[in-house]
């Protein structure tokens, strides 16, 4: 498949990410992670003509694509950026202090995975890039050309949470010192050969991808700066609401609405109430996950946990 074929990406917990989003139909909404516009347009169809929408995608291709598709609606501004600059990007448009939501629904959309020439995919082979941002920074190619050997080790490891890093890593550098890695087949097969146990169903260099994938794009970093900012970017009242899928991403998003429902840690047993402990956000509701039948009809959503937090002071 090449770029100029668009590829479709079907939106993960579609309505119930919009049900949870939706406070106020003439507010303001960011959605984070604009991938092919399915949240933002359903959150536009629920806006009245006073709501606005600010969507922002690392992938300068989902934004050429959304401009084209939402052309003819003013309610929606796209910025090519990162949700890590959501305060600036919020203060840019004049609206601090005003956001009912914000909506990140994380990871890689299916244009990015079906593109073999964006090189996320072992499956397809294409050039080792893996950027979501294509105008900047390393690509998995110079990054793996560069890194020693304890650093690659250590991302596999760390966001991989891959068994045989320290071993895939002595072959990545083995390699290397023969041929340029550039393309995402070579990369799969070192990593597949130097992975003593294959589990059936499963391709051996898939906990490696998703390592190298987060590493290069910096997804945790951004996830983290986007939670420092949230609490003073939405208005009391507001939401958060975020889709993961793995569990290093939950993990953080659950702790950061745990610790804020915690406030100020104080002696247990003293008669405080929240505004005492300085709590300024809760959880809303339990943990989200899809439903049996959008699994079976779209097998990327079966990782998919979201989590909503409201702003309450
Ligand atoms: C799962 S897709 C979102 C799909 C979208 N909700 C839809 O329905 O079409 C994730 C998108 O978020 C983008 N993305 C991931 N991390 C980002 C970040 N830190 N800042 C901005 N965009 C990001 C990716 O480029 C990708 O297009």
Redesign the pocket.
């Known amino acids: 498949m090449d770029s100029t074929e668009q590829t479709m ?4 917990l ?1 309505h119930e ?1 919009v049900d949870a989003l939706m406070v106020d139909p003439d507010g303001f909404y960011v ?11 359903e959150l536009l169809a629920r806006l009245s003509d006073q709501g606005s929408v600010i969507a ?4 300068p291709q ?1 934004i050429v694509e959304g401009q084209q598709r939402f052309a003819n609606d003013s309610r929606l501004s796209l910025v090519h ?4 600059e959501l305060s600036e990007i919020v203060a840019q448009a004049e609206k601090a202090g005003s956001l009912s939501g914000v ?10 995975l079906d593109q073999a020439e964006r090189g996320f995919s072992f499956m397809r082979d294409g050039p080792l890039d893996m950027r ?2 294509t105008s900047r920074g390393l690509s998995a190619a110079d990054w793996i050309a560069s890194a020693e050997e304890q650093d690659i080790a250590r991302v596999l490891k760390e966001y991989g949470e891959e068994r045989f890093a320290r071993r895939m890593a002595g072959a990545v550098v083995k390699e290397r010192a023969k041929n340029p890695i550039t393309s995402t087949v070579q990369l799969a097969k070192i990593l597949a050969a130097a992975h003593p146990a294959w589990e059936r169903g499963k391709h051996p260099a898939t906990k490696a991808f998703q390592a190298i994938r987060i590493f290069i ?3 945790l970093d ?2 983290e700066d ?1 939670l420092a900012q949230i609490v003073d970017t939405l208005k009391v009242g507001g939401r958060l609401v975020v ?1 993961s ?1 793995h569990s290093l991403e939950d993990r953080r998003v659950k702790r950061f609405i745990r610790d804020q429902e915690q406030g100020i840690k104080l002696p247990k047993n003293l008669p405080v109430r929240d505004v005492d402990r300085g709590v300024r956000l809760v959880k809303v509701g339990k943990a989200i996950k899809p439903a049996n039948t959008e699994v079976d009809l779209n097998i990327r959503s079966r990782s998919a946990v979201m989590r909503i937090a409201e702003r309450v002071a």
């Open positions: 990406h079907t939106t993960v579609l990410a959605d984070g992670t604009f991938g092919r516009g399915g949240h933002s347009a922002i995608d690392k992938d989902a950026g990162s949700f890590a909506l990140l629904d994380l990871g890689v959309s299916s244009p990015q979501m941002d794009n910096r997804e951004d996830l986007l889709i899928f």
